[in-house]
């Protein structure tokens, strides 16, 4: 099981055979210009807001995969308004897919398509299918509702951003690793603007005092897991 980092909160999960695209943004994105973005290759692309830091290559990536969208109902509306045929509406909830059950859950966030167009709620998912079970928390701050990811699953691993200002930071991101019981974590949303630059050694520092691994991935990097 590969995850491979494409920056920001933009990365992708190859598992049983299939690969999972999340919150495709990456031709913005200045850190990631050396990622090739038409040579992605997706069979499932799952969104967990409409924030264009989260959705600027989502159609052209969609179009030209013919991967299957996930997420919100608003979202896949709105792809569907540009072409987008292979999609999969959801609200708050599990759903059993060809791959396995996975959770739309809840974020404490927001969530507006880059036309300003309603993008419904902010969430993230959780994965049962596959070969491991992983947590993807979108953006969001720390919250209670976490603490019921045990109760659903027994994570392998969870994917929480550390930037701090849109989101949690490294020290709520620690609390999280604990709400949700997981001591392997990969941060994402940090480095990209100026509001969420983080000090890389003091951030993984937290992480190891409270007994957990943090991996902050390099853009390109994949990581076996
Ligand atoms: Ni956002
Ligand atoms: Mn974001």
Redesign the pocket.
Known sequence: MNFTYYG??CFAIETGGKKFLF?PFISPNELAKDIDVNAIEADYILVS?G?G??VADLVSIAKRTGAMVIAAYEIVEWVQKQGVTNAHPMNFGPYNFDFGKLHFLPAW?SSVMPDGAYGGNPGGFLMHGGEKKFYYSG?TCLMMDMQLIPRYAKLDFAIL?VGGN??MDADDAVIAADFIQCDKIIGI?FDTFGYIKIDHDKTKEKFKAAGKELILPKIGETIEL
């Open positions: 920001h909160a919150d807001h924030h830091d989260h966030h953006d951003p849109f989101t949303h």
